[in-house]
C-alpha cells in the first residue's frame, strides 16, 4: 500500500517511547529497556500547566535523560512562548524539538531559531487545528508532529480522525517537495499503529502502550512489529 509518492516499503518507521508513561524513579532502568526492544528515539513532553493543563519537566530532567540515553531525545514542547526556552532545552541535549502552531507567535522565525541551534526542528498540530496551518512553513520543516488526541495527559484514546489528517499533511509535504516524516503522537498502539503507518506516519509515539506493559523491552518490539506489518521488512 502506498500513499502519495513515498510508499510505505520507502519509509524507515521509527518507534519513540514517551517517557511521560514511565517509572521517574526508574527512569534510567525504563529507557534502557525500550532501548534494548529497539527504541529509535526517546519522546520527551515538556508541559508548562499553560498551554495545557498539566506540568511536566524541564531542562534538568532532560539534561539527566541525555546522560543515560543512547537514542537522540525528540523533545515536545507544550509550552507558551516556546522560542524563550529554544536554547536551555537543545543545550540539555534535545536532538529534536518541536513547538505547536498554536503557541509559537512567530513560527517561522522559531523554526529558524531551532535549526540554527542544531536541532531540527518540527511543528505540532492539536486536533482542532487543520493541516492548512502548516502551509507557509511546510518547506522549512524537518519534521511534522500530528497530535491524535488533546495535549497533556497520557492515556486517551486516539482520536481515529487523525488519519485522515495524517493523509492531508503527507500530501502537503509532497507538495512542497518535501520528504520530512509525520510524527503521531496519542493513544498509540498495537492495533491502530499499521493503519497510522499506512496514513503517512514515520514516527510513532507511544507511552502507556509500551510503559504500562508489564515487559517495555517487549512492548517496544510488539509495536515495531505492528508497524513493520505494512512492509514486511523494515526500509
Known amino acids: 500500500m502506498s500513499v502519495g509518492r513515498r510508499p510505505v516499503q520507502s519509509r524507515t518507521i521509527q518507534i519513540a517511547p514517551s ?36 506540568i511536566t519537566i524541564g531542562p534538568p530532567v532532560v539534561r539527566a535523560v541525555k546522560r543515560v540515553a543512547t537514542r537522540p531525545l525528540d523533545v515536545h514542547l507544550m509550552i507558551e512562548e516556546p522560542e524563550r526556552y529554544v536554547d536551555d532545552f537543545v543545550n540539555a541535549g534535545a536532538d529534536m524539538l518541536s513547538v505547536h502552531v498554536e503557541a509559537a507567535r512567530h513560527l517561522h522565525r522559531t523554526i529558524a531559531l531551532i535549526k540554527s541551534r542544531g536541532a531540527k526542528a518540527g511543528v505540532v498540530l492539536n486536533p482542532s487545528t487543520p493541516a492548512s496551518a502548516l502551509e507557509e512553513v511546510a518547506g522549512d520543516l524537518d519534521f511534522v508532529l500530528v497530535m491524535s488526541v488533546n495535549p497533556g495527559f497520557g492515556g486517551q484514546e486516539f482520536i ?34 499499521p493503519h497510522v503507518v499506512a496514513a503517512g506516519a514515520s514516527i510513532l509515539v507511544a507511552g502507556n502502550a509500551i510503559f504500562a506493559a508489564a515487559d517495555p523491552e517487549a512492548a517496544t518490539r510488539a509495536l515495531r512489529t505492528a508497524a513493520d506489518s505494512m512492509t514486511g521488512t523494515r526500509a
Open 19 to 54: 517517557i511521560l508513561s514511565a517509572n521517574f524513579a526508574e527512569l534510567g532502568r525504563d529507557i534502557a529497556a525500550v532501548e534494548r526492544g529497539g527504541a529509535d528515539l526517546i519522546h520527551v513532553d515538556v508541559m508548562d500547566g499553560h498551554f495545557v493543563p498539566n
Open 160 to 193: 481515529p480522525q487523525s488519519l485522515d489528517k495524517i493523509r492531508r499533511v503527507w500530501e502537503m509535504l509532497d507538495r512542497v517537495g518535501r520528504a520530512a516524516p509525520i510524527e503521531v503522537d496519542g493513544g498509540i498502539d498495537h492495533g491502530n499503529a
